[in-house]
C-alpha cells in the first residue's frame, strides 16, 4: 500500500510540475513573436508622407496589432499585410489610444479612412471594399496631413 501511494504521488508531482512548465512556455512563445519594421510612404497630391511602421503579416502579429500600447509617436504606425485581398474588418477592444486606419488594395490605392476611431470600442470597422494593407497611425494623422481616399500608399525600400 505505501508503494502504491508514494508511486502514486510521484505521477501525480511529475503531471503538475509538467503542466506549470509548459504552460508559461505556450505563453512566452506567443508573446516573442517580434514585428519587422519599414519604411511606408503616402503619395498625396505632390506631398509625400513618410512613416516608420511596424509590419504584422502573421495571423498572429495581425491579431495583436497595437493592442496594449499607450502611446504611439508621432510618423509611427503598423502596416497590417493580408494573405489574400479581400474586405478587411478591424476593432479597437484593448486600443488605448486612437488610431487612424488607412485601407489600400494591393496596389497601394486608398479605399477608405477611419479616423480618430473610438479606444476599447468593438464596434467593427471595414475596409469598405477590397483591401489588402491596413496602415494604422496616430490618431489625427490623416487630417494633419491632408491624407484623403484616393491617395497612394507605397512601401518603402
Not at 494623422?141 to 491624407?147: D, W
Request: charged residues 15%; positive net charge.
Amino acid at each position: 500500500m505505501y508503494l502504491n501511494v508514494s508511486r502514486s504521488l510521484l505521477i501525480i508531482t511529475g503531471i503538475l510540475l509538467v503542466t506549470t512548465l509548459c504552460l508559461p512556455v505556450t505563453h512566452v512563445s506567443r508573446a516573442a513573436e517580434a514585428f519587422a519594421t519599414g519604411t511606408v510612404e503616402i503619395i498625396s497630391g505632390t506631398n509625400r508622407h513618410k512613416f516608420v511602421a511596424e509590419i504584422a503579416t502573421s495571423s498572429a502579429q495581425r491579431s495583436q496589432g497595437l493592442m496594449g500600447r499607450k502611446s504611439l509617436p508621432l510618423n509611427t504606425g503598423m502596416l497590417f499585410i493580408f494573405d489574400k485581398t479581400g474586405p478587411i474588418k478591424m476593432w479597437m477592444k484593448n486600443t488605448y489610444i486612437p488610431l487612424d486606419m488607412i485601407f489600400a488594395t494591393k496596389d497601394g490605392l486608398i479605399i477608405n479612412i477611419a479616423a480618430q476611431t473610438e479606444p476599447h470600442s468593438t464596434r467593427i470597422i471595414s475596409s469598405g471594399g477590397p483591401a489588402k494593407w491596413v496602415l494604422e497611425l496616430r490618431g489625427g494623422t490623416t487630417s494633419r496631413l491632408n491624407i484623403n481616399v484616393g491617395d497612394r500608399l507605397v512601401l518603402g525600400q
